[in-house]
């Protein structure tokens, strides 16, 4: 990977730019599945290990493919509390946390993820040559080194909860949260009232989701932080993304079915631009 490829994205991200990738679940070959999502525009990949199987020697092709190509790989890991920091230290370049609802809980991500001052992450600088990007141990000051890494990872507490919503302010407070990723199916979940006859495009678009859509998005752009979403058919994720947010998760990738999933990507992109 280049240098700074996840600071630029980040910095792109801040600045407003719609930026596109898609959930990775298991199968297929990873070079193969970066390489064509790469070709098809996307700026980052996010490994799926909070609802599939992904065993480590996966996310380790990943890791390597992702640098390789100059691809930001994030994960979504299986717990908000899970220890993921042997992930990150191999070169996974940040975090989207689910079910967290509280500013301690997010506060553990902040802690675990990054090196002091921001965090307390212990240090395995030095053990993959993926996490500061092949730089020169012997020739780079050792604080630089911790201080690109810090630049280069990304935090996204999941927002899938009216709790979360509730403390969304508090969680934005923390330096090294990049912002949040709506998780709309678990959030609607969580509002209650459920309509037992709707189907899955119908339960995220009913009009008081789409009221909490808009106030985190209120939130988001208020706190100066990354709005990001995803779980909807092309032309409701266009009107997401129009109304501000600019993290777009736009579909899932199961055993390298990237073929199947072009049309959606592409019709994505041109309903966004």
Known sequence: MGLNTTYNLKKKLAAGGKVFGQLIGPGGEPKKIVKALKDLGDEFLMLETEHS????????????????????????????AAYYRCYLDAGVNGLMLPLVNTAAE??????????????????????SPYLIDSQDLTKVPFRSLMDYVNNNTMCFPQTESLENINNLHHIFSLEGVTGTIVGPFDLSLSMGALNPKAVAAEVVTAPAVEEKLKQILQICQKAGKVAGIGGFVPETLAKWAKAGYNLLLVGYVLNGNVEALRPTIERSRQLIG
């Open 53 to 80: 199987l992904m065993n480590k020697e996966t996310v380790w092709e990943y890791v390597r493919a992702c640098h390789e190509m100059d691809m930001t790989l994030l994960m979504r890991t299986e717990d908000k």
């Open 106 to 127: 997010a506060a553990h991500a902040v802690d675990m993820s990054y090196f002091p001052p921001i965090g307390h992450r212990g240090t395995g600088i030095g053990l």
